[in-house]
Structure formats: structure tokens, C-alpha cells
């Protein structure tokens, strides 16, 4: 029996499964990396304009070759265009100045020119490419569910509706109010500042355009009336208890009054 299991078995076969399973996991991070990489499909002219204005807009603070800079700027090699659209589109980049978050401003580039600034950064490594159309359609997504989604994973920094809230140390969640579904996707494909990365293994593209879908349907003004800030049920409650015990303890003491 121990001759026909030495025939059987080769000494190098562990050695051979554990270079076949490294192989295997490489080929499904691959893979995987590859669903969220920009293809590179820019034209060698838009790579070239974009060049340039990266090298006269963005590299004095993440340096020429986008490697970023210690206390300065990050590094942009694989941040892949979502980060790049969502950062320039928003009017964020370029900072005016060093602060604990860049606010969104009047954007600075025109469309074509964000992206070719895009296509140029996505080509210095792969990352989250910019959403499809139907990717951030809220049409197609299920306001209900973005509910419980957003309520989740956004609403102790953004408020029950998006409405936006203070954080600490000088930094905010803003408003999503006015915030184009792409840039929305893009955020929490990319998590700028200090907003968390939500990638597609955390929420699939379905619940984003679910979680959009319920912001966008919040734009509609409130069901109930008055929006009462949109903060939440603790400051709705808060005006409940001071505007209708208010007034029913003013009117007990001016009907005692009367009957005095």
C-alpha cells in the first residue's frame, strides 16, 4: 500500500496546489478589479489635453506625476476617473485653500475638459470608472428600499433626507438636496473627505440607484407639510413638544385666568 501511495502522490504536489490556488485567487482579483476599472478607451489627444491640464491645475499640490505630496496632496494613481469627475465636477478641486474640507464651489472646467482631466488620471492606474446613464436613473430605482439603505449607512451624517449635518473638528456631511445622481454614485463609489468608500461589494449599483432614487423622490418637498429642517424624528419631536405643549400650557393658563 505505502509503494502505491508513493506512486500515486508526487512529493512536488502540495508545492504544485498552492501555486495553482495563488494562481486562481490572482486571476479572481483580477477579475474583480477589473469591473471596477476605467477602460481605457480615451483618444491619445483627449490623454494629451488632459496632461495638460493636470500639469498647470493639479500638480503643484499632487505633484507631476501625481504621486502626491506628504501633508500636501494625496496621490491620484488609481483613483480611477470616478474620483477625478466627482472632485472637479463638483467645483471641490481645485482647493482654494487648506482647510478641513474643500467645499463645493463654482466648477472651474468645462465638461469636455473635466473629462479628459479624468481619462488622463484614470490611465495612471485602475479605479472606479464614472457611473452609466442607467446606472444613476432614479426612474429605475425603488425609492423604498433606498430608504432603509440610506437610513442605514447615511443618515447619522446626512440627516433622514439628505439634508446634511455638522460632523467634528470643522468637517460636514452636505447637502444632497441639489446633487446630481452621478456625482452621488460617484461619492459613495469613491468616499471623498471623510465620507466613507462604499464599493460595489458593500452596496451593489442596484442599491446605489435605490438609495438615489430616495433622495431624488425627497426634492419633492415633504409629505407632511412643513419640512421642519428635514433634520429628523428628534428635532420634529423637539418642535412637537415645545410648539403643541407650548400652546396647550399657554391656553390652561389663559382659560384659568378667564374663569378667575
Not at 485567487?25 to 483618444?43: P, V
Not at 503643484?60 to 496621490?75: E, F, L, M, N, R
Not at 476617473?81 to 478641513?100: I, L
Amino acid at each position: 500500500m505505502h509503494a502505491l501511495a508513493t506512486k500515486r502522490y508526487h512529493k512536488a504536489a502540495p508545492f504544485l496546489l498552492v501555486m495553482l490556488l495563488l494562481a486562481l485567487i490572482t486571476c479572481i482579483g483580477a477579475i474583480a478589479t477589473s469591473q471596477t476599472a476605467e477602460a481605457t478607451t480615451a483618444s491619445s489627444s483627449d490623454l494629451e489635453a488632459g496632461q495638460k491640464l493636470f500639469s498647470s491645475n493639479c500638480a503643484t499640490c499632487h505633484g507631476i506625476d501625481a504621486q502626491g505630496q506628504d501633508g500636501v496632496a494625496p496621490s491620484l494613481v488609481g483613483v480611477g476617473a470616478a474620483a477625478v469627475d466627482f472632485q472637479v465636477g463638483t467645483g471641490r478641486m481645485p482647493m482654494q485653500a487648506s482647510g478641513p474640507q474643500a467645499p463645493a464651489k463654482p466648477v472651474a472646467f468645462s465638461a469636455t475638459e473635466i473629462s479628459q482631466l479624468a481619462a488622463y488620471v484614470a490611465s495612471l492606474g485602475s479605479g472606479p470608472s464614472i457611473p452609466t446613464a442607467e446606472e444613476v436613473d432614479p426612474s429605475l430605482g425603488d425609492p423604498a428600499k433606498g430608504m432603509e439603505l440610506f437610513r442605514t449607512n447615511c443618515a447619522m451624517c446626512h440627516g433622514s433626507v439628505g439634508g446634511g449635518g455638522a460632523l467634528t473638528e470643522g468637517k460636514f456631511a452636505p447637502s444632497l438636496m441639489k446633487t446630481t445622481p452621478t456625482h452621488i454614485f460617484e461619492a459613495m463609489l469613491t468616499g471623498p473627505q471623510s465620507m466613507p468608500v462604499f464599493n460595489n461589494a458593500n452596496i451593489t449599483p442596484e442599491d446605489k440607484r435605490d438609495i438615489i432614487a430616495y433622495l431624488v423622490a425627497q426634492r419633492d418637498g415633504s409629505p407632511g407639510g412643513l419640512s421642519l429642517g428635514a433634520i429628523g424624528p428628534v428635532a420634529e419631536g423637539w418642535w412637537a413638544w415645545i410648539v403643541g405643549i407650548g400652546l396647550l400650557i399657554g391656553s390652561t393658563i389663559w382659560i384659568g385666568a378667564r374663569s378667575s
